[in-house]
Structure formats: C-alpha cells, structure tokens
C-alpha cells in the first residue's frame, strides 16, 4: 500500500540526548514536510524539503535538524537544545501544489 | 506569511445539530483551502480542498465549505452532526505557488453527544 510511514509511534527520551524520528513515503512525492502539534497549537511546521539534499526551515527550526539523502525518506532529529520537545510529530508529503498527506505521527515524550 | 484563525477552540453538540465551525486566512494573493479532521487516536484526513472554481466545496461523510473571498473565510458546515463527528478540525491555507506550505489553525474540538 502506499503512503507514510512513522516510527516509532511511542518514543521516549531522556533530558539532554538527541532522538531520531523516521518518516518513509512510497507515494513517489517530491516534497515532504514536518510538523509539531501541541494542544491547543494546532500544527506547526518545522522543516520542509522540495527536492533531494535539500531543505528549509520553518516557523519552529530551532532545537531540530533533518536530512534528505533520499526521496523517500525525510528523518527528523529532536536535539538536547530543542527547550520543550515533547509533542506529537507530523510527518507528510506533497506531490505537487496539492493537499498534504499525512503519517500517523510520533508521540515523543521526554524523561 | 499567510495565517490561519479558528473561531472556535471547541464546540459541543447533540447529535442531529447542525455544525459551522469557522476559519478565517489572512494572505493578500491567491490561496488553496484545506479542512483537516483528526479522530480519536487516528493520523489527519483531508475533508475537502478549494483551489478554484465553485465556492461551495463539498468534501466527505456530508461536509461542505464555502470559500468566500471577499471575507477571507472558509467556514466548514454540516447540516446534521453524528456522534462518530466527535474529532479535531483544523482549517489550512497554502499560496498558489509551486511546494508551498500548509498553515494551519489551532483546531476546533468538536465533541458531540448521543
């Protein structure tokens, strides 16, 4: 089947280590996208890439870092700097200017 | 930078009521328009989109919206909610240009008893 695939859905991490999220599409899509929802925040967007080894930051970058080596696969990394990381991460894609398509996201809690 | 408000932070109905949640977007050039809703423990589904064309959108399980330019409003409505209803809607907005992003609102609750 194809879409957008998160993992872990349950992560918990401890003060001060960097965590890894992973998001995998298989929808041949060339943007990808993550978000931070919060109670009451709605969802905010973090990192965005449009192509390959490419990415920009959002409205909430800092604390986060991403890669995309691959068209597939967009990864998200929740850094010691980052103040209040605990939130419910949002993966999705886009083919083109479209609707987004979304994982079924991540719950990271820190410890 | 475009931006998103949401009326409502949560809304209580019975069952049969009819439902209008509103969204309003600030952004000066041409826009898409999304609703989102998320149930209970599941990942966000589209409900309907505008990118043109007809201003009333009619998107699924009875839902509609109208795209009201002059307002800068995209209000979701439904003539008559059920209980399976109860979930979080979020409005988004994206300019009409190559990979733009989705903004979204905070959300709307909506809670509705049997």
């Known amino acids: 089947d194809g879409g957008i695939t998160q993992s872990p859905k349950y992560l918990f991490r401890k003060e001060g280590q960097n965590v890894t999220l992973s998001c995998e599409q298989n929808l041949n899509h060339d943007a990808m996208y993550w978000y931070r929802q919060d109670p009451g925040q709605g969802l905010r967007l973090i990192y965005y890439s449009q192509i390959v080894n490419d990415f920009q930051k959002g409205d909430i970058a800092e604390g986060y870092s991403v890669s995309r080596e691959k068209k597939e696969s967009f990864p998200l990394t929740v850094t010691s700097a980052q103040k209040n990381p605990t939130a419910f991460y949002l993966c999705a894609s886009n083919p083109g200017n479209t609707e987004a398509f979304f994982g079924q996201g991540t719950r990271l809690t820190v410890v | 930078a475009q931006s998103v408000s949401q009326h409502n932070h949560h809304v209580i109905l019975s069952e049969a009521a009819s439902l209008e949640l509103g969204c309003n977007y600030s952004?000066?050039?041409?826009?898409?328009l999304f609703w989102y809703v998320q149930y209970p423990g599941q990942h966000l589904q589209l409900l309907l989109k505008y990118f043109s064309g007809d201003p009333l959108v009619k998107g699924i399980k009875g839902f509609e919206a109208e795209f009201i330019k002059s307002k800068f409003s995209f209000n979701l409505r439904k003539p008559s909610v059920q209980w399976s209803d109860t979930a979080e809607y979020f409005c988004a907005v994206s300019t009409n240009s190559g990979y733009s992003t989705l903004t979204f609102g905070k959300g709307t609750m909506l809670l509705v008893s049997p």
């Open positions: 952004y000066g050039g041409t826009v898409n």
